[in-house]
């Protein structure tokens, strides 16, 4: 493999010191080379360590909550210090979930060194140019911490790294930082770290937007700081030397360079039966891989000659193919297609229309729920009348999933609405030709189309009802019966079924480059990644002098904010436009920190209104009062609007860095 160990120009292996309580834990470095990237791993099996810490990085999702603290501190920390024991001072640190979230107070404290200057003063800084994508759809997958722990592990780091208190350290990773019972979560860390948050789906945009609603107190959901990428996969990995050349002929070497405008027009030019017979020699290659891997499998288990006989001749690379290969999670529903055996044995072994599953999948080793949906699995697949038809293949990884997703004509995915943020494995078709048969969750609520693939459910959430199980389960097989096994097999004259054809070309066409890392990586790159280091390098300029401003602000705010009100509203309405004017007692606060808006929600669902009003004068009074004005159309009647101040300082992002809001009622 292309890895090595990284080593100091004297030719030492460069290690890192990280302080856990009571002692050090010594970190070896190694470098891979991905591409063009460098990939670093950091490692705790070095001999300098006791042997218990020697195996701190040897498993991810091994141990309790103490193991995980202590590898994030590692991961966290030891990350940002490597990339610093390298030289490397990158603008953009890109948090991918929360378990990276120390890095933002490793950035901070180094900063602090360079410029002397406060933590407050260099997190203020440094956040803008960190960006956190959560990828999480429930609370429960956020890494939590007691305060106990976090005291233990951090808070010498807190009082003598970062000059803060333990309070304050806490007060990052809470909702609310006077409770002292409150656990630490890395989530909210990342937040108050980062300088942009982003979901990995529009829906999973929305689903964090409620997640992290009790970070922003007062503000409506819809304005929650959190956008979203939606993933995309490297098509070069995903694709078959077949699709390759296919794409090639279509579309040139370079497609998957630059942003692939012309793809969709190129794929469009593919003629029915370039692209079936593309697709008949895919599937029979998938045939033929599985039945060898199978008769490996049966045979290296000690079958029969004639079991390891049977599967070398199991399925007709002519028939259809449906594969189904993930995590074996409860939340996915694996055995959402065997909820009726019988009626899926029916399905798959009608002569005039036979079809034959592939199945692929692993369980955590500690959830025995997900191990107890694979032996249902397993069980099912034994049957003598059954066996013929369907087959699980074991080992499931990234190679497995490479074959599966070149030669399947349908991909399944059911999972639980809205748990899925994303997923990535349906993704990996579409350069393939494969068609995705899918739950409106995660990248398929908003890929899907009517003529380029099959949708399940009916974009609501249920919880875990079992009767919505049970109807979607129903829905799954009418759907398979009534319409992708008939379109499959309803030929023209030449043996093409036309209608999938268009199907197929339709989903490669529209959604390979929608759905690829190009896109994804633009994405990122236009939206976050040059934006941060623009604001980054601004802020860190002349010693940080812009994060003391932002402090400086931020500690005027804090005098003044409880003193705030609004006082008199006057509604003039003339020439079909309401002029509203509203009076606000600012007490000396300068009115150039704050901004005041007029806001009305949306109608039907239609985007909500924010408008600022400007400052029109002093008020004569004591208040320290301004009158500040907007003008609106007068469709809507004048109650509709309500005004709200919220700080304001050039270039910081509110709500993300400062939540405070303050409404006129
Ligand atoms: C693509 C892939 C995944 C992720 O698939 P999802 O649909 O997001 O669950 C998981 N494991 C392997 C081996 C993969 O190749």
């Keep these: 493999m292309p890895i090595t160990p990284l080593r100091q120009p004297n030719g030492e292996w460069l290690r890192l010191e990280i302080a856990l309580p009571g002692y050090s834990v010594w970190l070896r470095a190694w470098q891979v080379q991905v591409g063009r990237v460098k990939l670093y791993l950091l490692d705790s099996n070095d001999a300098a360590n006791f042997p218990a810490h020697r195996g701190i990085t040897s498993e991810l999702y091994g141990g309790g909550p103490e193991l995980r603290l202590k ?58 140019g960190n960006l956190f994508t959560t990828h999480t759809a429930v609370a429960a997958g956020f890494d939590r911490f007691t305060p106990a722990l976090i005291e233990q592990y951090l808070g010498h780091y807190a009082t003598d790294e970062l000059g803060i208190s333990l309070h304050d350290l806490l007060a990052l990773g809470r909702e609310n930082s006077n409770d002292a019972t409150e656990s630490f979560n890395m989530a909210y860390l990342a937040i108050r770290g980062s300088g942009s948050v982003n979901g990995v789906s529009r829906l999973h945009g929305k689903v964090s937007r409620h997640l992290f609603e009790s970070l922003f107190p007062h503000w409506p959901e819809d304005e929650v700081p959190v956008g979203h990428v939606t993933n995309g996969v490297h098509m070069p990995t995903w694709d078959s030397a077949a699709a ?276 994804a990586v633009c994405e990122y790159t236009e939206q976050h990644y040059l934006p941060a280091a623009i604001a980054c390098q601004s802020r860190v300029a002349n010693k940080g002098a812009f994060g003391k401003q932002m402090v400086d602000w931020r500690h005027s705010l804090d005098q003044k904010w409880g003193t705030l009100n609004f006082g008199e509203v006057k509604v003039a309405t003339r020439d079909g436009k309401h002029i509203i004017e509203v009076q606000v007692g600012l007490h000396g606060l300068d009115p150039k920190a704050v901004r005041v808006e007029l806001y009305a929600d949306g109608i039907k669902d239609g985007p909500l209104v924010r408008l600022e009003m400007t400052c029109l004068h002093p008020l004569a009074d004591e208040s320290g009062g301004y009158a500040f004005s907007a003008t609106v159309p007068a469709t809507r009647p004048p109650a509709d609007y309500t005004a709200r101040v919220m700080p304001r300082c050039d270039g910081v992002a509110i709500p993300l860095e400062d939540p405070r809001i303050l409404w006129q009622r």
């Excluded at 950035?107 to 260099?122: T, Y």
């Excluded at 036309?498 to 759905?515: D, G, H, K, N």
């Design 71 to 128: 590898q994030e501190m590692l991961l966290g920390i030891g990350g940002w210090r490597l990339l610093a024991a390298l030289g490397i001072k990158p603008d953009v640190c890109h948090l991918n979930e929360g378990h990276a979230a120390f890095a933002v107070l490793e950035r901070a404290r180094s900063f602090m060194q360079e410029i002397k200057q406060p933590f407050e003063v260099a997190l203020a800084a440094t956040r803008a």
């Design 244 to 519: 390759d050349e296919l794409w090639t002929k279509a579309s040139g070497k370079d497609r998957w360079l630059g942003k692939s405008e012309t793809l969709e027009q190129d794929i469009r030019r593919v003629s029915d039966d370039t692209l079936w017979q593309f697709r008949l020699a895919t599937s029979k290659s998938l045939v033929e891989y599985a039945r060898e891997r199978l008769a490996q499998h049966y045979a290296a288990a000690g079958a029969s000659s004639e079991t390891v006989e049977e599967a070398k001749h199991l399925f007709d690379p002519n028939a259809l193919t449906l594969g189904f290969a993930r995590r074996f999670a409860t939340y996915k529903r694996p055995n959402l297609l065997l909820h009726d055996p019988e009626r899926l044995l029916r399905l798959l072994s009608n002569p005039q229309r036979p079809v034959q599953l592939i199945i692929a999948g692993k369980a955590h080793p500690a959830d025995l729920a997900g191990k107890a949906l694979i032996q249902k699995w397993i069980q099912f697949i034994r049957r003598p009348d059954v066996r013929p038809h369907a087959i699980f293949l074991s080992d499931y990884d990234m190679h497995l999933t490479g074959r599966l997703v070149q030669g399947v004509d349908v991909w399944l995915n059911t999972p639980r609405r809205p748990w899925e943020a994303c997923g990535t494995s349906g993704m990996k078709v579409l350069v393939n030709g494969g068609i995705n048969l899918s739950e409106l969750d995660g990248w398929w609520a908003e890929a899907f189309v009517p003529d380029l693939g099959w949708a399940l459910g009916d974009g609501q959430e249920h919880g875990s009802d079992p009767s919505w199980d049970a109807a979607e389960a129903e829905a799954l097989y009418e759907r398979l019966e009534r319409e992708v096994i008939p379109e499959f097999y309803t030929r023209n004259e030449k043996g093409i079924p036309t209608a999938w054809v268009a199907r197929m070309r339709e989903s490669m066409a529209r959604l390979t480059p929608q759905f690829s890392a190009n896109r």
